[in-house]
């Protein structure tokens, strides 16, 4: 076995914390990377073992300490939201790639436990186009031993905010070797303790992605302990069954503990885990070829259910939502203006940006508030402030590159966001053209341009499908915004044309800023009871996160980025056209 140098560093990652990190590599490590996720409680130096064990010599491996654990800052055991364990994985990839000069492209992800979950709910959120990754005993169920535990924890966290609970896990319940178990014990910088927030975000995560494993079509290896006492074997092999996975195995091992990569007997694993992941470095990254999803698949054969009746107990409890929603629901000016234009509309999404709870009398205020409290509306608000950010992010882009900042939107009803992130930017050093099909929505957007003195803004009707006119546009954008349009419509083809459109005006070096719909939790009862901007039942065929991205490099668009609200309902990507 090659001698291993292993370095610490640190890296900013979203939201500017800086985290610890570490790398491993051999004399002969090349352009491939193991991006390994250490369990919860504990930190990257418990992988250093399993890194030497694996002995991939010629791939560099990384890990990081995930905030509030080993070296990196924060509270021990907590962090704001579960979510910021992805985002993290996502900065810590990007900064791996960046730094170190190894595409997205030539990594394996190997992850244990919590840090699993962490690695599914990355690849189905984000959609990076690694290699495969390697899930150990991931903890989609944790066995809390306490009746109605979940219940009772949500209970505690309302009741007194920021609060921890102590593991019951120990070492003895880990692995039946000896020496790991000492290790385990005398480890000071294993947190003990986990709090309340990360553990339910980590169930409700783990809820999500098990319901929309068949959006996950990544390679994928399961390794799984025949006598876990920390986390339920079922709902790993639920996850399995339902991934879209061209390639994937799932391995029990009889009589191992939780704690598969640290057993007594964990050269087999290691074994397994090695030749999976060699073979995968070995294997060419390819497209999925995923733009026939709209045909035939998973979200396909979805759609395809929610225009067929619902059963007879189903029909009546939508049936019934409904007729409130139409009658009574109509006191909230909310849900009265989304029968009037379609709950899908423009002008129903600028009503929910705005956010001001309105109705007839007190009664219709307070369902007006909780009509904009809806899930799906913080979504698309946190979307808003998600498209803000990347626009800026462009806009600087743009600049530093010395590109003329020229921003089209292609279906912007209002424009609302545009107006307001460029309206203190130079109007001699920017220009924007808000298209939209209906004219009503580009009245409104004037009438806000004009309130704003906004002089460098244009306005014009037109179809944001129509190839040729999208590539008639002059001057050639920088920047093209398509936001909250693809995900209305079902079928590739007319995406694919007004993509090629966009892919073709744009200016070399430019970006795309795309949004897309993944995952929904009400994707029923919007199709059962609401009604879209023509009239007809709001009926949505949700793309992938993988498929959506194919269909941008289809067109010689490169992501760069994701942006993913906290309930992994929306995202917004950006893509840029790399000067050939």
Known sequence: MSQWISEEGHFTSFDGTELFYRSWKTPAAGKHALIAIHRGHEHSDRLSDQIEELDL??????????????????ERGYAERYDYHIKDLDAFARFVSNRYDIPVENMVVL????????????????????????????????????????????LLQKLRGKTFISSYVKSRMLTHDPEQSRKYDEDALITRKISVNILLGLHDTSTRILADAGAIFTPTLILSAGSDWVVKN???????????????????????????????DRAQPIACARQFIKKAFDTPCETAFLSDQDQKGYTREEYDRLRQPPSLLAAIRFNM????????????????????TGFDSGKSLDY????????????????????????????????????????????????TADLN??????????????????????????????????????????DLART???ENVTFEPADAFDREGLLSITPAPSIVIVSGLYELFPDNR????????????????????????????????????????????????????????????SVGLTKVETRVDTHGIFTVSIAQKIPT
């Open 111 to 154: 992850a244990n436990s919590v840090g699993a979950v962490t690695a599914a709910a990355w690849v189905h959120d984000y959609a990076p186009r690694i290699r495969a990754m390697v899930l150990a005993a991931p903890a989609f169920r944790i066995r809390l031993y306490v009746p109605l535990a979940i219940p009772l924890l949500r």
């Open 321 to 340: 939502q409904k007729w409130l929603m139409q009658t009574v629901g109509r006191l909230s000016a909310g849900v009265r203006l989304g029968w009037q």
């Open 57 to 74: 010599q010629d791939a560099w491996a990384f890990s990081w300490d995930c905030r509030g654990h080993g070296h990196s800052p924060g």
């Open 234 to 264: 079922s709902a790993q092999r639920r996850f399995f069954e339902a991934l879209s996975s061209a390639v994937k195995e799932m391995h029990l091992y009889p009589g191992f503990f939780h704690a598969v990569l640290y057993e007594k």
């Open 494 to 553: 007319p995406v694919l044309e007004s993509l090629e459109g966009i892919a073709g005006v744009l200016q070399d070096g430019g970006y795309l800023i795309y949004t897309s719909q993944p995952w929904h939790p009400q994707i029923e009862m919007i199709a059962r009871t609401l009604i879209n901007r023509d009239g007809d039942p709001w009926i949505m065929r949700r793309r992938t996160q993988a498929e959506m991205d194919e269909l941008v490099l």
């Open 452 to 454: 704003m003195k906004l």
């Open 352 to 399: 929910v940006y705005e956010n001001r709870a309105r109705g007839t009398t007190f009664i219709g205020r307070m369902m007006d508030r909780q009509y904009l409290n809806s899930v799906g509306w913080q979504g698309i608000r946190e979307r808003r402030a998600n498209i803000d950010a990347s626009l800026r992010w462009a806009i600087e882009a743009v600049d």
């Open 405 to 446: 900042i020229r921003i089209v939107d292609i279906a912007a009803g209002p424009g609302r966001y545009v107006l307001e992130v460029t309206k203190d930017l130079p109007a001699d050093k920017i220009s924007v053209l808000l298209r939209d099909r209906e004219p009503g929505n580009l009245e409104v957007g004037a």
